[in-house]
């Protein structure tokens, strides 16, 4: 079992920046491909990036290429998103996921991902 906290959530202007960090519990964080994903009100959820166990393949939607990076501490069982260039279309909330895969496997749907954090809240005002 792995429990996931999100923080770091908030409100910022277009053009800003905000670091999301997602930690979580127990001693086997290093065993989990780790991903976020966000959901806009009436929308799906959707993948923002992914980064394998041991930190050397990354993945990100075409959406964030360019501006947003994930990287991990797997001393710290913490997984981060740094999102600069922030645009009024990444107000969502984000949410943190885990996936017991192998090596350095990243994958993008949700329904791969076997945990889940309860979501922090981003909001990009124009």
């Known amino acids: 079992q792995v429990q996931l906290v999100e923080s770091g959530g908030g409100l910022v202007q277009a053009g800003g920046s905000l670091r999301l960090s997602c930690a979580a519990s127990?001693?086997?964080?290093?065993?989990?491909?780790m991903g976020w994903f966000r959901q806009a009100s009436g929308n799906e959820r959707e993948f923002v990036a992914a980064i394998s166990r041991g930190g050397g393949t990354t993945h990100y939607t075409e959406f964030v290429k360019g501006r947003f990076t994930i990287s991990r501490d797997n001393d710290r069982n913490t997984v981060y998103l740094q999102m600069n260039s922030l645009k009024p279309e990444d107000t969502a909330v984000y949410y943190c996921a885990a996936d017991r895969t192998f090596g350095g496997v990243v994958r993008t749907a949700p329904h791969e991902y076997d945990y889940w954090g309860q979501g922090t809240q981003v909001t990009v005002s124009s």
């Open positions: 127990g001693r086997t964080f290093r065993n989990y491909a």
